[in-house]
């Protein structure tokens, strides 16, 4: 059933649930972030094709992860901040989140099944993975950190109508 992702609840970044179901026909870009990485400039890029295409459906999600070389380490209202006033980011930040191991937060299991990384592999490869999920909650295509955010407008575009 593709509307699978629809059944999830998030955490916002200011500590709110958000459920997953009021992005229904919605277009999303759902990326795992880190403020010290070498994609950390991948915001900017996020945020412009956010203010492009956001009053036509789309919805980009992040969600902070320490994981890949300790890259996240700030609270929640640091990383807020930082993105605020590095970037300009105003899509919508997620609380910090697990994206691999036993402690996987149960949406990033969910589109690890749904688009497996190279040679079938599920396990997020490093920060700035990205997921594309269509408006009927299908998740369409996964995308290595090294995919700049803008090299995906056409596949945006294409699944925003």
Known sequence: ????????SVTDIRGESLPMAQFENKVLLIVNTASKCGFTPQYKALEELYQEFKQQ?????????????????????EIS????????VTFPLLS??????????????????????????????????????NKQGKVMQRYAST???????EQIQALLG
């Open 1 to 8: 059933m593709s509307n699978e992702i629809y059944q999830f």
């Open 57 to 77: 459906g789309l919805v980009i999600l992040g969600f902070p992860c320490n994981q890949f070389g300790a890259q996240e380490q700030g609270s929640e209202s």
């Open 81 to 88: 901040e930082f993105c605020e006033l590095n970037f300009g």
């Open 96 to 133: 910090k989140i697990e994206v691999n191991g036993p402690n996987t937060d149960p949406l990033y299991a969910y589109l690890k099944k749904s688009a497996k990384g190279l040679l079938g592999s599920e396990a997020i490869k490093w920060n700035f993975t990205k997921f594309l999920v």
């Open 147 to 153: 995919t700049k955010p803008e090299a995906l407008r």
